[in-house]
């Protein structure tokens, strides 16, 4: 079955320190990979996408995430967080044929400390 | 400003009561669809449409129901709305299914 999984439910980093985010997904094929960013109360708003071509893929607000098909992973990085990258994450899966949708993980809800 | 809008923002209903949820996009886009977020759930499919006329299900389509009459609305309905249905609701739209959505600012409705 395909899905996404997000392992951590909430992170904590210091202002300024990196972050790293982790994705992985079970998928038949090569997916359409997405990272989006949920302010409270707010919508989704899309932060970065992969769909083939180099790995290293760089979003919006600094933000840069990897894919790495032998993990089957696409986890999102920031070198330098800043206290306004509070919110929750989601990464996404998409399909390579028409007619199904995104599929989301659960989120991570990272917390900036001062 | 070009983009997805849903209306109401907000909503209470009373337990047993319908309402129905307007999404609007004026991108032309194929592809519309209706998600509903819990909390430490993510977004779950409830329905979605690959163009005028057409709708299909989603992970979670029990107690709604969606028409799209035309290309740029997409209706979500709750004909008996339960507590369980309190959530907040966005929809999305797309060109094709590949290149990511574009969502709607939410509805968040409660039932009481």
């Known amino acids: 079955a395909q899905s996404v999984t997000q392992p951590d439910i909430h992170i904590t980093v210091s202002e300024g320190a990196s972050l790293e985010l982790r994705c992985n997904y079970s998928?038949?094929?090569?997916?359409?990979l997405f990272w989006y960013v949920q302010s409270p109360g707010q919508g989704l708003q899309l932060l970065l996408k992969?769909?083939?071509?180099?790995?290293l893929v760089q979003g919006i607000k600094g933000f840069e995430a990897e894919f790495k098909r032998s993990q089957s992973s696409f986890n999102l990085r920031k070198p330098s967080v800043h206290w306004s990258d509070a919110a929750e994450y989601f990464c996404?899966?998409?399909?390579?044929?028409?007619?199904?949708?995104?599929?989301f993980g659960k989120g991570t809800t990272l917390s900036v400390s001062s | 400003n070009a983009g997805v809008t849903q209306t109401p923002k907000f909503r209470v209903l009373k337990t047993g009561q319908s309402m129905t949820l307007l999404c609007a996009q004026d991108?032309?886009?194929?592809?519309m669809y209706w998600y509903r977020q819990d909390p430490g759930m993510g977004l779950r499919l409830i329905h979605y449409?690959?163009?005028?006329?057409?709708?299909a299900k989603g992970e979670v389509p029990d107690g709604y129901n969606v028409s799209r009459l035309k290309k740029q609305n997409f209706l979500l309905g709750l004909e008996s709305a339960a507590p369980s249905q309190t959530s907040v609701y966005f929809c999305?739209?797309?060109?094709?299914?590949?290149?990511?959505?574009?969502f709607g600012s939410g509805t968040r409705l409660t039932v009481v």
């Open positions: 998928y038949g094929a090569t997916p359409y």
């Open positions: 991108m032309n886009h194929e592809y």
């Open positions: 999305a739209s797309s060109y094709l299914t590949g290149p990511g959505y574009t």
């Open positions: 992969y769909f083939s071509g180099d790995t």
């Open positions: 996404a899966v998409g399909p390579n044929q028409a007619g199904t949708a995104l599929i």
């Open positions: 449409s690959v163009g005028e006329g057409t709708t």
